[in-house]
């Protein structure tokens, strides 16, 4: 009995996961185009703030995701509480979900 729940519960948390789960390449490729590599990278800070640094400052945020993608798709957020530009992820939804996956993940 113990077996059948802890294979139910592993099997479910693995799709919930992979459902969130993102193509590191396919991100790259994706910010490579976008030109995020002009202000950001993955460790270092630049104009912007590092992915790691952004994955850490939204870590065990509900909603982080959510936020991100809604700041990427619309070119605003808020910097220091100022309204600022930034540019937009260029490609359809799954392409923005995937890089966001991508950034907080880091």
Same mark, same amino acid.
């Given at each position: 009995?113990?077996?059948?729940? $802890?294979s139910s519960l592993a099997?479910?948390?693995s799709a919930s996961f992979g459902a969130q789960a993102q193509d590191a390449a396919k991100a790259?490729?994706?910010i490579k185009a976008s030109g995020c590599g002009k202000c950001h990278s993955v460790?270092?800070?630049k104009d912007g703030?590092?992915?790691?640094?952004?994955?850490?400052k939204y870590k065990g945020q509900a909603g982080a995701a959510a936020k991100l993608e809604g700041a990427l798709k619309s070119g605003s957020m808020k $910097?220091?509480?100022?309204? $600022?530009k930034h540019a937009t992820v260029?490609?359809?939804d799954a392409d923005l979900k995937n890089? $966001?996956?991508?950034?907080?993940?880091?």
């Open positions: 009995m113990t077996r059948i729940i $802890v099997a479910l948390l790259e490729a994706t460790s270092a800070d703030p590092s992915f790691k640094k952004t994955a850490a $910097v220091d509480g100022k309204d $600022v260029k490609g359809g890089v $966001v996956a991508y950034i907080l993940s880091r």
